[in-house]
């Protein structure tokens, strides 16, 4: 089994991490997918926080991944947070 590593750049002042530029290929509605799915809201309450159905949230979080890259969606999460492109879990 391959592996593929990916680079990750975080700040350890607090400051905003610096984007790789993948989640800026992320559009708005998308990131609002994400930023459920860092909450640990699941496909259906993400559908119905965000007033879509659990089939199109499916088809956001299929595109999050082919854009980003991403092997899981755990994986896009952390991308996107790595980006700065959502804000972390409250």
């Given at each position: 089994?391959?592996?593929?590593?990916?680079?990750?750049?975080?700040?350890?002042?607090?400051?905003?991490?610096?984007?790789s530029?993948?989640?800026?290929?992320?559009?708005?509605?998308?990131?609002d997918?994400?930023g459920?799915?860092?909450?640990?809201?699941?496909?259906?309450?993400?559908?119905?926080?965000?007033?879509?159905?659990?089939?199109?949230?499916?088809?956001?979080?299929?595109n999050i991944?082919?854009?980003?890259d991403?092997?899981?969606?755990?994986?896009?999460?952390a991308?996107?947070?790595?980006d700065?492109?959502i804000d972390?879990?409250?």
């Amino acid at each position: 089994m391959d592996f593929q590593a990916t680079d990750f750049t975080f700040t350890l002042d607090g400051g905003q991490p610096a984007s790789s530029g993948r989640s800026d290929r992320l559009s708005a509605r998308e990131k609002d997918v994400l930023g459920g799915l860092a909450n640990g809201s699941s496909t259906e309450q993400i559908g119905t926080t965000l007033a879509m159905s659990p089939h199109t949230v499916r088809t956001h979080l299929r595109n999050i991944m082919r854009k980003l890259d991403a092997n899981t969606r755990a994986h896009a999460v952390a991308i996107a947070l790595s980006d700065g492109a959502i804000d972390p879990p409250r």
